[in-house]
């Protein structure tokens, strides 16, 4: 199994910033998932899905065009911890941010696996909400 914990979320005004952070576990991710693709998506009312960024087993990254510039993927020497810092905020940043464990996948596809929701495991999310 695979679990993942995100936190870190908050109400913050545009131009700021916040970091999220995702705790994973599991016998599944400690012998498989660990070692490849992680990423994080988010979702926003009436709004599609869309895959924000990607972190691969090597420490390859890859960003949605949206956020590219802005937000950064990384994840703790460990790699049980992964994060998001997002900086810059806007309104269009607002919506529930999930992290997923995408498996062996480039960052290319992992952002469109999230997207797509083709995913096998995800946490429960965590709010971001920017006022302008």
């Known amino acids: 199994q695979v679990q993942l914990v995100e936190s870190g979320g908050g109400s913050v005004q545009a131009g700021g910033s916040l970091r999220l952070s995702c705790t994973a576990s599991?016998?599944?991710?400690?012998?498989?998932?660990?070692?490849?693709?992680m990423g994080w998506f988010r979702q926003a009312p009436g709004k599609e899905r869309e895959g924000v960024a990607v972190?691969?087993?090597?420490?390859?990254?890859g960003y949605a065009d949206s956020v590219k510039g802005r937000f950064t993927i990384s994840q703790d020497a460990a790699r049980n911890t992964l994060h998001l810092q997002m900086n810059n905020l806007d309104s269009g940043d607002t919506g529930m941010y999930y992290c997923?464990?995408?498996?062996?996948?480039?960052?290319?596809?992992?952002?469109?696996?999230?997207?797509?929701?083709?995913?096998?495991?995800r946490g429960q999310g965590t709010q971001v909400t920017v006022s302008s």
């Open positions: 997923a464990a995408l498996g062996q996948v480039t960052a290319l596809q992992g952002l469109a696996a999230m997207t797509a929701s083709r995913i096998a495991y």
């Open positions: 599991g016998n599944e991710y400690t012998l498989h998932y660990k070692w490849y693709s």
């Open positions: 972190i691969e087993g090597d420490g390859t990254t």
